[in-house]
């Protein structure tokens, strides 16, 4: 199937009318063509959605920064480490 048969279906295929042959045919050719799958990720907007057939790298989970976030927590944490690092140099000079 040629790109361009496959672009005329992903509107279906995303909206999740295209038959399960064509489905299939879609997502067979996804998996060889960056071009449709480009194609694909721009029009749900959502890359990660995209099926691929190599192994991708993990995408760690957003880390929520809260605003109000204890900033005493964070002085102690650099507290503690500057005071690890510091009894770390010590007992390397021996
Ligand atoms: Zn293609």
Known sequence: MSC????????????????DQDISK???H????????????????KP????VTAPREETLPEIPIKKDSNI?????????AAVLLFVVSLLIKG
């Open 72 to 80: 005493l927590e964070y002085i102690m944490l650099g507290v503690g």
């Open 30 to 45: 996804l998996c060889i063509c960056d071009t449709c799958r480009q194609h694909l990720a721009q029009l749900m907007d």
């Open 4 to 19: 361009e048969e496959i672009k005329s279906i992903i509107p279906l295929y995303i909206k999740h009318t295209a038959t």
């Open 48 to 51: 990660n959605a995209i099926p």
């Open 26 to 28: 879609v997502e067979e």
